[in-house]
């Protein structure tokens, strides 16, 4: 059951990261075919300007959760594939765990501290 | 003496990714999936560098970063992010959604010769490459338009 809920989250993170990531792209990489206005997107005041934003916050802690889990869950399944023992799997299991909480931590951390200055 | 069977492993690691049977174009792209996705993951990594380490350390670091990754090499390599993440995602919808059954038709006998569901509704498939092939090319033609990517 909890491999099966794992499994459905990591299907539901990638629609979050398609909805979210689709915002990001449509903003800072189509900016000239969709005329967004932003013309200089990785400036750095036009991003701080995004950085002082609360919605923009939102949305990229947002990405970073489900982006977090969706790759690392994926690369988990690769790296299960070529395990043997139940051992190996678990310590797999924890690396991921460990790894996904500690890059979280630090990227969030980042947009919320640039939100406060 | 009889000789030795040996069964078939059916973990086939990395080799498995490249020849894994008579599956044809979904196998391909299977392997483009993974591929594009590992592509992904290195870059978000490089992304997450970028956007945390440089960007907290104010506006100077943040505009040599810039400035340091203004260049063709870099360029090339957006240009394919760009294209991985078109391809991984469309790809993706269409494996959650044949994944959770929509659009397969309805079950049927298994009478020989045998087809599969998936090979049946292939032209669903082929509408997916059809966007995959457009949303490239808006992406080219900002590209183009003088946009970065």
Known sequence: MLKTRMHLLFLLSAVGIAVFLGIHMAVQHLNRVLATGDVSPTSWLSMIGRATQNGWVVIYILLLVFGIYHGLYGLRGIIIEMTKTDKAIATVNWIFIVAGIILFAWAAYVPIALAAR | ?149
């Open chain 2, 1 to 149: 003496m009889q000789n030795e069977v040996r069964p078939r492993p059916n973990q086939l690691g990395i080799g498995g990714w490249f020849w894994g049977g008579n599956y044809k174009l979904e196998r391909y792209l299977y392997i483009l999936h993974r591929v594009t996705g590992l592509g992904l993951l290195l870059f978000v990594t490089f992304h997450l560098f970028e956007t945390t380490v440089m960007r907290i350390q104010g506006q100077s670091v943040w505009e040599a970063t810039m400035k340091f990754l203004a260049n063709p090499v870099f360029e090339v390599g957006l240009i394919l992010v760009a294209l991985a993440f078109v391809i991984h995602m469309l790809n993706g919808a269409r494996l959650i959604i044949q994944e959770l059954g929509f659009l397969m038709g309805k079950p049927e006998r298994p009478v020989y010769p045998y087809s599969d569901a998936i090979r049946r509704k292939r032209s669903i498939t082929m509408v997916f490459i059809a966007v995959i092939i457009v949303l490239i090319i808006v992406f080219l033609l900002n590209r183009v338009i003088g946009g970065a990517l």
